[in-house]
């Protein structure tokens, strides 16, 4: 039996391949890629609701900046940044801001007319185009030498559990949003989970012959023949599963801790389990691009454990003049800009599998935000900070732009990705092409 | 059958072609010449006559025969030789030599002991079948998860209506049964009382109830947001933003098995679209696709069911009905897959299937001591301390999380044998077998707690503790799911892929009447099985059908008010319980023309349970061969006249014939190409006597009265409760059956529990 044909089979049956467990005679799952060719990786992660702009951009251009409070956790990498300013999500239309700016923020092209009322302006459905990761990753996986087992793979971290315009970045197509992931236990499911199947099967298979042996003895001699014959199938995916053991991953599996809910207050535990599962996969080479959804647009995160009970989303709409509000929000900030730092480090530290320097170094980490500011809802400066040299952009710079659309610096991630596309979302916004500054 | 490999005769195509049977020539001349010389021996009639397939040392030819396995006994396998073999020409072997060739085999190959001949169709070691498996580890789970059960009599759906979007509890402004849910309302509101049609919200709530066991497609019709559970806790479909230029039909594969029921929760709402619209539809296995009936559908929500989406290979039916007795690479394979989505399954509830929480300080003594009950309910058996340190103890380390152990002892317990497989000979037989065999043997599923309890208190020695437990087994939907299998077997439901006709000639006849049939069919097997006498002899005499009012237009009856099916009596004094009923009759049919072949040899075989050959060769019935003024029956006597196919169809054809009043969608008619049906027949039965009938009823006394078919429904449904050959039970066992059944009134119930007091207290070594 083909792996193949069997999810080919299961497919028409519509049964969902979620339940597809190990299958005996899965191809090799690809882990030795060709270590002469670059592996260039992109990795989108969001936090939402605005930052706060004080604390945040820093004041100076070029390449000597200082990093306000919200940025110091990047301090060790301060040369290999590169903050952009001044890039406006322009697209306008149906949803109100935090759906555009969730759901355009990567599509950069407007949202179909739908049932979905937000606090303002019309409601609105689903982004009618896809989003510039799957764009990528579509190109990886149509050339066999950057082609990988996913392609892709999408985190979240404490992401509601329902699909709509505020919940969802990425898009395979116009009407077609993908979930994140947002349990590390599901996750690892989907990237390890039938090469721990089989070590747990390849485990007890001597016993089941061993029991196979012991039923026979009562049975009769003809009965007999059928255990026989049943236990030499055993014997035979017992040596199947040595010669697929003998693959070997770059790095190994990461041992997770068990039971950790997935919820609201583990987020610091969640959040570190799920980076480490990315960067592991990545250096496995599962995929190239990986995108990383903390929470959800007007997401209401409560970080209790940095002493703030109030919900993200209702702090970003206090206004300016709330010094309390405000540093809360730098708080929270801050704490998003640690995830990315602890992220940004794990790639430092982890060298390139089959290749030269770290991870880091073949990758570029995006940090975004649907809005530039919680309680104006702008859609313009969304905040950008960019980490690592996977991109080849040059590095260790503070950028400012006016109003500069951001569907152009969409086009400039696939342009360093090697795929040179001629406008991405709604062309109108694609004018000048790609930002010629960020190299 | 003994070992062919050859496919009964008549798996035949819609098309109008089937297998007829033609001449051929085989040299061997024995009784015309035996004047002279010495009757041949056994030996040498099988030299010459059947080593071609079966080969000298009984092994089988490959894509000829299989190796002869006994399960029949001397006569039987002489009358089968004499009927159909040689298959080139059955001719050729009769009597003596029968006999001879019948005697030799028996003792070459059925036994190498020739004194223990008798005891040669045995019972066999077999593992779960498919059916089994699915229905087992459902029912496992159960065990932990809860057992869904419907205790309401009430069908339809909860359903509620909001005045908000979002099915706010204040606005909830109407609350009512609906029966299904089909609703257009346009730019309307759905119900009065909600004002704004702008805005507005819908749930309908309750299970949903399958009739047979497979994949079900469940379609979603709206332009609105929505969302479908059925069975899962995540939605089936989740389509709740309705953005513009979105699919309006929403669809999704899941499996159900047959008696269970199944949480459904539709949710929808509506806000600034132009219109509504809620349909829900579902195309259950092998019927067309329409909206959930009211019948499949009740108000009560159950806990989900576990059910296993691994494709397994089919069962061998070689014998005629599925049995686990063949292993094969790809089942070893499919009880491993299979095994994982349970274990992962088990994994994803761990806390709540050991009824631990995970800072509970017992947690680890108390999932040690799930995995044990897990095992022993798989088993069907108290583990023995060896077996509870090798399957459990042995694999929770100190150093491990206990999440790791319970993996490997699901894996283990579910590739073991003692789960794997029923029948196990045991030196002693004791109370637990038969608590499995009775359960296998009636639900195809593993024993409920009353079972085990009485198997562990000593309660199940007896064949009157035996019929107790089975008296109370078959009120369980279990054991109806398992009959209705049962007779879609006996029925040759199963064996056709599509029902389909001229669609000049049937324009009504479309496959939503198809499906109605089929349902109309069950209907009229479940009132005579289970309500009243359960008299077998009504399945073939009774004169009434189940007809809605699809069905009704069809077959021009005119149905008092309502929309479900009605017991109405067809074509007054025409008509015979199954024999007649327009899905078998346009089954057993062409696509334009009815089919006395088809009908005759499925009356031989599967009501008078009678022997009849492969045809030794493909023969085309093409209707443009005959002239246009030709009965069907005047063509079919035509081209089966030659002397060699009359062997068989002198049989087949009048038994056909009888059946010449209902057309290919089993409409009854009085005239073919202007002229008036034949009906009369002459039969040669197996006794020899000449037995005259005309028409339906008539050829449905006759089996109704002939010992021989109550002997065939005995032996079928045996064979489908025990999975196992009947002679394996002792020789006479057929005829006592036969004699009980014909004195409780040909009660099946009573049947199935005297089938399952013979088949549970079978010891083999005694």
Redesign the interface.
């Known amino acids: 039996m083909k792996f193949q044909s069997r999810r080919a089979f299961l497919k028409e049956l519509g049964l969902s391949t979620a339940v597809l467990p190990l299958v005996m005679h899965l191809p090799s799952l690809g882990f030795a890629a060709d270590a002469k060719i670059r592996k260039q990786r992109l990795i989108v992660m969001f936090s939402p609701n605005g930052i706060v702009p004080k604390t945040f951009w820093p004041d100076e251009v070029g390449d000597k900046f200082e990093l306000k409070e919200i940025m110091q956790p990047l301090k060790p990498y301060q040369d290999q940044m590169l903050v952009i300013k001044g890039i406006a999500d322009r697209v306008r239309g149906d949803g109100d801001s935090h759906m555009r700016g969730m759901s355009c923020l990567l599509t950069g092209i407007e949202l179909l007319p739908g049932n979905i009322q937000g606090g303002s302006h019309t409601p609105a459905g689903w982004a009618s185009g896809n989003s510039i990761d799957q764009e990528i990753k579509r190109f990886l996986q149509s050339q066999p030498e950057t082609r990988t087992r996913f392609g892709s793979l999408e985190f979240g971290v404490n992401v509601p559990h329902r699909a709509d315009p505020w919940t969802r970045m990425v898009y395979a197509g116009s009407n077609k949003p993908i979930a994140p992931i947002d349990d590390p236990y599901q996750m690892f499911e989907k990237i390890y989970g039938q090469m721990k199947d089989r070590k747990s099967l390849a485990s007890i298979l001597d016993d089941v012959r061993e029991d196979l042996k012991k039923v026979s003895t009562k049975l009769s001699s003809e009965d007999r023949l059928l255990l026989e014959e049943h236990e030499s199938y055993v014997r035979q995916m017992e040596q199947e599963l040595k010669v697929s053991q003998e693959q070997k991953l770059s790095v190994e599996v990461p041992i997770q801790d068990v039971g950790i809910k997935n919820d609201n207050d583990h987020m610091p535990v969640t959040s570190k389990m799920q980076i480490d599962l990315m960067v592991n996969a990545l250096a496995n080479d599962m995929a190239r691009v990986a995108t990383l959804q903390y929470t959800n647009s007007v997401g209401q995160a409560r970080m209790k454990w940095l002493g703030i009970d109030d919900g993200h989303h209702g702090l970003s709409h206090k206004p300016d003049n709330d010094q309390d509000a405000q540093d809360k929000l730098t708080k929270i900030n801050t704490w998003f800009c640690e995830q990315l730092a602890y992220l940004v480090g794990k790639l430092d530290k982890t060298p390139e599998p089959n290749g030269e320097g770290t991870m880091l170094d073949n990758t570029l980490v995006v940090w975004t935000n649907e809005l530039g500011k919680g309680n104006s809802h702008t859609l313009n400066d969304v905040p950008l900070v960019l980490v690592g040299n996977g991109l080849n952009f040059k590095m260790g710079r503070s950028l400012q732009f006016k109003e500069v659309a951001h569907n152009r610096l969409l086009m400039s991630l696939a342009h360093a990705m090697g795929y040179h596309v001629k406008t991405f979302g709604n062309p109108n916004f694609c004018g000048d092409g790609i930002l010629s500054e960020l190299t | 059958m003994i070992a062919s490999q050859q496919h009964p005769l008549f798996r035949f195509q819609l098309t109008a072609a089937c297998l007829l049977w033609g001449f051929c020539y085989f040299g061997y001349q024995s009784t015309g010449t035996a004047a002279e010389t010495k009757p041949p021996t056994g030996e040498q009639i099988y030299r010459k006559l059947c080593t071609q397939c079966h080969a000298t040392n009984g092994q089988g030819v490959k894509d000829k025969a299989n190796p002869f396995h006994g399960m029949k006994t001397l006569v039987e396998l002489t009358t089968l030789i004499e009927e159909t073999m040689p298959e080139e020409d059955p001719e050729i072997c009769q009597g003596k030599d029968a006999e001879q060739a019948a005697r030799y085999v028996f003792q070459q190959f059925f036994s190498k002991d020739a004194g223990a001949a008798s005891e040669m169709a045995?019972v066999?070691?077999s593992h779960l079948t498919v059916r089994q498996y699915l229905f087992t580890t459902s029912d496992l789970l159960s065990n932990f998860l809860g057992t869904a059960r419907i205790t309401t009599p009430e069908h339809g759906l909860r359903a509620e209506y909001f005045s908000s979007?979002n099915f706010q509890g204040d606005k909830r402004v109407e609350k009512r049964i609906d029966p299904v849910v089909n609703f257009q309302f346009g730019d309307k509101a759905p119900v009065e009382k909600i004002k704004d049609a702008a805005e507005f919200s819908m749930k309908w709530e309750g299970s949903v109830l399958p009739e047979e066991t497979g994949?079900y497609?469940f379609i979603l019709k709206t332009e609105?947001?929505a969302r479908l559970w059925v069975n899962e806790s995540e939605p089936i479909i989740?389509e709740?933003?309705?953005?513009?230029?979105?699919e309006k039909e929403h669809?999704?594969?899941?499996?159900l098995l047959a008696g269970k029921p199944y949480t459904l929760k539709l949710h929808v709402?509506?806000?600034?679209?132009k219109s509504s619209s809620v349909v829900l539809e579902w195309k259950p296995p092998h019927q067309a696709q329409e909206v959930i009936p009211q019948r499949n559908l009740t108000t009560q929500q159950v806990p989900g069911t576990f059910i296993s989406?691994t494709?397994f290979p089919p069962d061998d039916s070689v014998s005629g009905y599925e049995r686990g007795?063949?292993?094969?690479?790809?089942?070893?394979?499919a009880t491993?897959?299979a095994a994982?989505?349970i274990?992962?399954t088990v994994m994803k509830h761990l806390d709540r299937v050991a009824g631990t929480k995970?800072d509970d300080k017992e947690r680890d003594k108390k999932i040690r001591q799930f995995c044990h009950r897990f095992a022993e309910l798989a088993f069907r058996r108290p583990l023995t301390d060896d077996q509870k340190a090798?399957f459990v103890d042995q694999h929770f380390q100190e150093s491990e999380?206990p999440?790791?152990a319970v993996?490997?002892v699901i894996?283990?317990v579910l590739?073991?044998?003692?789960f794997l497989?029923t029948d196990?000979?045991?030196?002693v037989l004791d109370d637990f077998a038969i608590a499995s065999r009775l359960s296998y043997g009636l639900w195809d599923s593993l024993p409920d707690r009353q079972l085990l309890d009485a198997a562990k208190a000593g309660r199940l020695k007896t064949p009157a503790q035996v019929a107790q437990q089975a008296e109370r087994m078959l009120k369980d939907p279990r054991a109806q799911s398992k009959l209705r299998y049962f007779f879609h077997h006996w029925l040759q439901f199963d064996e056709k892929e599509e029902l389909s006709k001229d669609k000049t000639l049937f324009p009504d006849f479309d496959e939503l009447v198809v499906s109605d049939l089929r349902t109309s069919l069950d209907l009229f097997i479940d009132e005579v099985v289970w309500n009243g006498s359960s008299d077998y002899r009504q399945l073939l005499l009774a004169d009434y059908v189940f007809l809605n009012e699809r069905l009704a237009k069809v077959y021009d009856v005119k149905l008092p008010a309502g929309q479900d099916y009605q017991k109405v009596t067809l074509d007054k004094d025409k008509r015979a319980g199954v024999i007649t009923h327009p899905y078998l009759m346009a089954n057993f049919a062409y696509h334009n023309l009815s089919s006395p072949i088809h009908r005759g040899v499925f009356v031989t075989r599967r009501l008078l349970g009678r022997t009849l050959k492969p045809p030794p060769q493909e023969t085309e019935f093409k209707d443009g061969d005959f002239k246009p003024d030709m009965s069907t029956r005047e063509k079919v006597a035509l081209i089966t006249s030659p002397s060699a196919c009359m062997s068989c169809h002198s049989i087949i054809n009048p038994l056909g014939f009888s059946l010449e009043h209902f057309d290919a969608i089993g409409r009854y008619r009085e005239q073919e190409v202007q002229k008036p049906i034949n009906t009369a027949a002459e039969l040669i039965s197996v006794t020899g006597e000449t037995v005259k009938f005309n028409g339906a009823r008539d050829l449905a006394e006759h089996i109704a009265g002939d010992r021989h078919a109550h002997a065939a429904f005995v032996d079928q449904l045996f064979h489908q409760a025990a999975k196992q050959p009947i002679n394996a039970y002792g020789e006479n066992i057929r005829d006592k059956l036969t004699t009980q059944f014909e004195k409780s009134g040909y009660n099946i119930q009573l049947l199935l529990i005297e089938i399952m007091k013979v088949a549970a207290l079978y010891q083999p070594h005694s």
């Open positions: 045995r066999q070691l979007r994949d497609e609105n947001g989740d709740w933003v309705s953005s513009q230029g979105r669809k999704a594969t899941i499996r709402f509506k806000f600034k679209e989406a494709v007795t063949a292993v094969s690479k790809s089942w070893d394979e491993t897959t994982i989505e274990m992962t995970p090798f999380a999440e790791l993996k490997r894996l283990l590739k073991s044998p003692r497989y196990r000979e045991y030196a």
